[in-house]
């Protein structure tokens, strides 16, 4: 298990606004949350399927990606890694 907590700014809800990206990587599975305060939050999660191949060979960097596609497409959320605005 890997876990990551990174400073994000949410870019595509009005004024820019800082958040944390919250990530819980599995071998055949992750879950996330993108927090801005207690009334303000989204939480999804991937497993393995035979079209995304599983995430044990992908680095950081590519995992991060992945994670960020699957905000913007599934929860329609755009962020920019960055320290807290």
Known sequence: MRQY???IIVT???L????LLKVIRLPTSWYAVVWENPE???SFSQGR????????HLGDEA???R???VVSFTQGIDYD???AL
């Open 5 to 7: 907590d990174l400073p």
């Open 12 to 14: 595509n809800h009005s």
């Open 16 to 19: 820019p606004t800082s958040a």
């Open 40 to 42: 303000r939050y989204a």
């Open 49 to 56: 399927t035979e079209l995304n191949g599983c995430y044990e």
């Open 63 to 65: 995992f991060l990606n």
């Open 67 to 69: 994670v960020r596609l």
């Open 81 to 83: 890694y960055a320290e």
